[in-house]
């Protein structure tokens, strides 16, 4: 197998990703304590319910853990609530401000392609299901994407962060971004 990709496995959409990163050749592991940490290669935080998502991490310990794992410059991606739990107000580690359920609650969720830089191949196609969006980013911190005029893609050195769920669309290029590749893979 290839890279061993932990997957957070507290709350949410784990298993898809899972899937995708197996897809890729990658070897996914899902993480529910500090030691499930250790040896790997890039970590997803997946997409789920943040005040959940946030609980479990403080039980388990994990706040600490994931905060040093995503300061080591270990590749990192975190998809909707992923995003909100980077944010400044959750662990801190990227630079960014989030608003939770941006585009409306669970009947406004939508789906549509969107050009994400740094991805060959065209469009992305993404699954928006009350997806936040960046509401202020610092300096550091580059805009990938953005949707009616809010950044929905950010990344910063080794941490990216997308609104949306692409392990739900079947697309595969920001887990192959992940994993270093150039996002061809589709």
């Known amino acids: 197998m290839g890279a061993k990709v932990g ?12 899937k995708v990163l197996r897809a890729l050749g990658a070897e996914p592991v899902e993480v529910r304590t500090a030691a499930g940490l250790e040896g790997l ?12 998502m946030t609980l479990g991490i403080e039980r388990e310990g994990l706040a600490e853990p994931l905060r040093a794992l995503a300061r080591s410059e270990l590749p990192v991606l975190g998809t909707c609530a992923g995003m ?5 107000d959750h662990l801190g580690v990227l630079d960014v401000s989030t608003e939770r359920n941006a585009f409306g609650r ?9 050009d994400v830089a740094g991805i060959d191949g065209g469009p992305v196609h993404a699954v928006f299901i009350r997806a936040p969006w960046v509401r202020e ?6 805009v990938l994407a953005a949707l009616d005029g809010h950044p929905v893609a950010v990344r910063q ?9 692409p392990e ?13 590749g150039n996002g061809a893979a589709r």
């Open 7 to 18: 997957v957070l496995a507290i709350q949410g959409g784990f298993e898809a990703h899972a």
């Open 41 to 52: 290669d890039a970590l997803v935080i997946p997409g789920g319910e943040s005040s959940v």
């Open 84 to 88: 909100i739990m980077l944010d400044r």
């Open 106 to 114: 669970q009947l406004r969720s939508f789906e549509t392609d969107i």
């Open 137 to 142: 980013h610092g300096a550091a911190v580059e």
């Open 157 to 165: 050195g080794n941490l990216i962060a997308v609104a949306f769920h």
């Open 168 to 180: 739900l669309a079947g697309e595969t290029r920001l887990h192959a971004l992940l994993l270093g």
